[in-house]
Nanobody, 118 residues
Framework: QVQLVESGGGLVQPGGSLRLSCAAS????????MGWYRQAPGKQRELVAT???????NYADSLKGRFTISRDTARNTVYLQMNSLRPEDTAVYYC????????????WGQGTQVTVSS
């Protein structure tokens, strides 16, 4: 059973920064596309960013330039650097591991709360 454990969430003021981490275990990390998604209260879960095993990245259009996804294969960890945070970024952020060749191999972390408020 794949385990994804997110950390780094919390309360931050508008304009501030946070870095989320997702540590993966029981997984051949190097072959998975990793991603971050978020879900705000009363809204559907939405894509934040993904990064392939080769390092190609994809971002939600509205977040380009503020958020950066990266991965460290040696540590089996994916990161999300979030800058210039806004109140509308408040959400639970979820880590995702997805095997592109075997779509059924898709796992989620439990999520970490990010609250942007003064």
């Amino acid at each position: 059973q794949v385990q994804l454990v997110e950390s780094g969430g919390g309360l931050v003021q508008p304009g501030g920064s946070l870095r989320l981490s997702c540590a993966a275990s029981r997984i051949v990390f190097s072959v998975y596309q990793m991603g971050w998604y978020r879900q705000a209260p009363g809204k559907q879960r939405e894509l934040v960013a993904t990064i392939t095993s080769g390092g190609s990245t994809n971002y939600a259009d509205s977040l380009k330039g503020r958020f950066t996804i990266s991965r460290d294969t040696a540590r089996n960890t994916v990161y999300l650097q979030m800058n210039s945070l806004r109140p509308e970024d408040t959400a639970v952020y979820y880590c995702n591991a997805h095997h592109l060749a075997y779509p059924a191999l898709n796992s989620w972390g439990q999520g970490t709360q990010v609250t942007v408020s003064s």
